[in-house]
C-alpha cells in the first residue's frame, strides 16, 4: 500500500455501513469530510470503541512506539507479523476501523513516471479497513502519541499487478467482530490473517498523476483517466 487514500463521504455514511446500534461520539463533524488526497501524517476519521461507545475520531496517519525514536513512524502493518512482533505489540489490543472510501497505488507502466491506480470496491460501498493504534482518550481528549496504522497483506489473486501489499478490507460482519473488545485476541488475528475481502470484491482504473501532489485536492482526482486528463 503506496499511502494515499480517500475519505469523501460523511462518518454516518461510514457508521451505516457498519451497522451497529452502538451510540456515537462523533469528534469529526456531520458534513461530509471531502478529502479526495489523503497522506500519511495527516489526520484520518477512525472508528473504535470505548466501552459501549461507537467513537469516530481524526486521527494521525502513522504510528511508532514511543523507544522507536530513530525511525520514521510506519503507516502499515504487515499482517505476517502484527500479532506478535514487539513494535505494533503495545496498540495490538487497541483495534479500529480506518473506513475510506478508495485508496491508490503507483504502477511503473514504463513511462517516465509511475501511473496512479485508484482502487476501490465494486458494488460502490465503504471500504472498512483493520487498523490498529493509540486513540484519544474520551476523558482527557488527544494525546501526543496518538496514532494508528492500517492492516496490510498480500495482494494475491490478481491486484498483485497494482502493488504486493493491500490493506485487510472487512465485511460489516467481521468489522463489528474485529472492533468488539470481547473479541479474544487469538480470534482477532485470524480475522486479518485469513478473512479479508478478496479480489474479486474490488475494481481498479488509472487516475490522473495530479493525485500525487498532497496540495491537489477535488473530486476530479478520483475519476478515471483520459486522454484529456493526462497530468
Known amino acids: 500500500m503506496c499511502g494515499r487514500l480517500s475519505q469523501y463521504s460523511g462518518i454516518h455514511d461510514f457508521v ?3 451497522s451497529m446500534p452502538n451510540a ?4 469529526v463533524g456531520d458534513l461530509p469530510l471531502d478529502r479526495y ?12 470503541l470505548q466501552g459501549e461507545l461507537l467513537h469516530a475520531d481524526p486521527v494521525r496517519w502513522g504510528w511508532r512506539p514511543h523507544w522507536a525514536k530513530d525511525r520514521a513512524a510506519p503507516i502499515n502493518a504487515r499482517v505476517e507479523k502484527v500479532a506478535h512482533g514487539p513494535f505494533f505489540r503495545s496498540i495490538w489490543p487497541h483495534r479500529a476501523i480506518a473506513p475510506i472510501d478508495n485508496w491508490f497505488e ?46 496490510t497483506a498480500d495482494s494475491a489473486g490478481g491486484m498483485v499487478d497494482i502493488h504486493d501489499r493491500r490493506p485487510v478490507v472487512l465485511t460489516p460482519d467481521l468489522a463489528r467482530e474485529w472492533l468488539d473488545p470481547a473479541t479474544p485476541k487469538e480470534r482477532a488475528e485470524k480475522i486479518v490473517l485469513h478473512q479479508g475481502e478478496p479480489t474479486a470484491v474490488f475494481e ?18 478520483i475519476y478515471p483517466r483520459t486522454e484529456l486528463n493526462k497530468l
Do not use: M
Open 37 to 48: 488526497n489523503v497522506a500519511p501524517t495527516t489526520q484520518v476519521a477512525l472508528l473504535h
Open 106 to 151: 503507483w504502477v511503473d507502466e514504463g513511462g517516465p513516471k509511475k501511473q496512479p491506480y485508484l482502487i476501490r470496491r465494486r458494488d460502490g460501498a465503504p471500504v472498512l479497513c483493520a487498523s490498529i493504534g493509540q486513540f484519544p482518550d474520551s476523558d482527557e481528549g488527544p494525546g501526543e502519541h496518538d496514532g494508528f496504522v492500517i492492516i
Open 204 to 221: 481498479w482504473y488509472r487516475v490522473s498523476r495530479a493525485i500525487g501532489y498532497v496540495k491537489n485536492q477535488g473530486a476530479d482526482l
Open 16 to 18: 451505516a455501513a457498519l
Open 24 to 27: 456515537l461520539v462523533n469528534s
